[in-house]
């Protein structure tokens, strides 16, 4: 079965430190997306991605976040500056429509600790 | 916008017994719905959706799930649990009724479900 692929597992950064988030998504799908999950909390949406460019996003994807598929495979998440606050897992997502009515892949996500 | 709510973010069932995770979504038009299952240290897992058509889904591992409109619920149960079904559960509804404009299909979860299941 296909699959959504997430590196690392992992990361510990200091805060302040510039962090990427790695994500292959799966080969034949269109749209991307990230969510992030804090500890207790529920899955959040930060931002979807189609066609080369952000199609939507949520207050949370503010300016020190960015995303880019700098090939045909990669999709990743830059955060510039690290906060305590972004200390969270972070899910990678893709589709095949936009629609999700085949369902919505994720990956095993990426553990950030921001110390 | 949407919203879910799951209702109980603890639930306990003993080996063999019905498992029922309640879910309630808000939405102003016609949803979109999936559960997601999580297992520790892994990813979300989708279980089973709805889109359209039959309002009673199947899933993997045996779950199933109803979409009832006038109560608004998308309750997801299984028959018997097994050991092996102790995890943490999402409900989540699309925002796809936007997909033809500046939406794209975004998940909106619930907080989830944590289910224990007793030998």
């Known amino acids: 079965e296909p699959e959504v692929t997430q590196t690392p597992s992992h990361q510990v950064t200091q805060m302040g430190q510039e962090v990427i988030l790695r994500c292959v998504p799966i080969s034949n799908h269109l749209y991307f997306y990230w969510y992030r999950q804090i500890l207790g909390q529920k899955v959040e949406f930060l931002v979807s991605f189609y066609n080369n460019e952000i199609s939507e996003k949520s207050e949370i994807f503010d300016d020190q976040f960015s995303v880019e598929r700098p090939d045909g495979s990669n999709f990743t998440l830059k955060i510039r500056s690290t906060k305590l606050e972004d200390s969270a897992m972070y899910f990678c997502a893709s589709s095949f429509r936009k629609t999700g009515a085949d369902g919505y892949t994720f990956g095993s996500g990426t553990r950030l600790t921001v110390v | 916008a949407q919203s879910v709510t799951q209702l109980g973010s603890h639930v306990s069932v003993s080996e063999g017994a019905l498992v029922l995770l309640r879910c309630n979504y808000s939405?102003?038009?016609?949803?979109?719905l999936f559960w997601y299952v999580q297992y520790p240290n892994q990813g979300l897992q989708l279980l089973l959706k709805?889109?359209?058509?039959?309002?009673l889904v199947k899933g993997i591992n045996g779950f199933e799930a109803e979409f009832k409109k006038s109560e608004t619920s998308f309750h997801l149960t299984k028959p018997s649990a097994h050991m092996s079904d102790a995890a943490e559960y999402f409900c989540a509804v699309s925002d796809y009724s936007n997909a033809g404009g500046t939406s794209y299909g975004k998940l909106t979860f619930g907080q989830g479900t944590i289910l224990t299941v007793h030998p």
């Open positions: 709805y889109t359209t058509g039959a309002t």
């Open positions: 939405s102003s038009v016609p949803p979109y």
